[in-house]
């Protein structure tokens, strides 16, 4: 069975070589994801989008201007930095515990009256620090508005000690990575994640066309070996993509990882054993070259973005989160922006065992395919 697998993974090999035409989407989607999502980010923004509290405990006139002030400014680009609601101070507690709030501000009791008396104002913001480029949104925006009202202070030399209110800055969980930056890290992911599963499916789908795939299947080579050694053929060819970009984006984008490179290497290999076999299922079903490519690429894109690919996952609903689960994809991309950004092995296991029964469960089922072609033709 040995000598099979080898046969299989050489011929393979030599087949990707003579065309390789299998790195054009590879190389093509995650780049044009990254640029896209580039000029989304720095045109528009990307807080606007996430609510924030705002408690007024004061009732003097001082800190009713001052509330007004954070509800009504806008940016630049007369885009709102996020969304202002006005809650008690309970209510803005629990929602901010349970992620309905990334942030909430508060304007406390005494407010008004340090300000008349010429003493420092506070004014409160509880931040979960969940994404470094929303939590920089509200800060901004937080200060500008500071500075209006104290029409004397000049950023960025802003000094909380001379003027008549200040900031105090509550941090709660980790920090993660700004968007851009994870952007750029699961970019490489997306190449390797494109390659495995498109190219998978159009090479068994131009099998089909020319008919070399029953000749194949007609061997005496057992199924489970052959899916085996065409799983492991994909792992070079889909690691080529990476070799490729891994240097641009981590040049271009100032991107480099903080985890062990052994374990980064450990999930794309995972990721790719999870997705080769779906390919391969794409290519026994729909049997059309063209037709195989672009299936592999919508769900490529589809697990992409749904898995967490444009935003951390962890900004999402806990429904949306639970959905997303089942889907290889989704664990790569966690695995991988995990590693990436922090240095560290906890939380990896239950991932990498998705990703192992995707590959067993899937393998089975391209088994099972490949049966039944046989007995069909």
Known sequence: MLREIVAIVKKDLKQAKRDPRFLGPSLIIPLVFLLVYTIMWNSVGGGES??????????????????????????????TWFNVERYDIATANEL????????????????????????????????????????????????????????????????????????????????????????????????????ALASQAMQTATEFETGAIHDTLNSPTPRAALVLGRTIAAIPRSLSSSLILIPFISLGMNVFPIGNLIILLGIMILSILALVPIGEIIGLKIRKREQSLLAGVLLSIIGFIAGGGMAPISL????????????????????????????TTLGLVTSSLFLFCTWLVMSAVAVHLMKKEVERS
Not at 59 to 79: G, K, L, R
Request: aromatic share 8%; proline share 4%.
């Open 50 to 79: 996430f609510a924030c509290g705002l408690v007024v405990i004061d009732t003097s006139p001082e800190a009713n201007d001052m509330a007004n002030i954070i509800e009504n400014m806008v940016s630049t680009t007369n885009h």
């Open 96 to 195: 901010y515990q349970g992620g309905s709030l990334i942030a909430y501000i508060v304007i406390p009791t005494g407010f008004g009256d340090n300000i008349t008396s010429e003493q420092n104002a506070t004014v409160v913001m509880y931040i979960n620090n969940a994404n470094d480029d929303i939590v920089k949104n509200y800060v901004h925006r937080l200060e500008a508005a500071v500075l209006l009202f104290n029409q004397g202070a000049v950023y960025p030399e802003f000094n909380q000690s001379s003027a008549p209110i200040s900031i105090e800055e509550s941090y709660s969980n980790t920090t993660t990575p700004s968007n851009l930056s994870y952007m750029a890290a699961v970019t490489i992911l997306l190449s390797l994640i494109t390659c």
């Open 316 to 343: 999402s609903p806990a429904a949306i989160r639970a959905v997303v689960g089942i889907i290889p994809i989704t664990h790569s991309l966690s695995l991988w922006a995990r590693v990436f950004f922090l240095d």
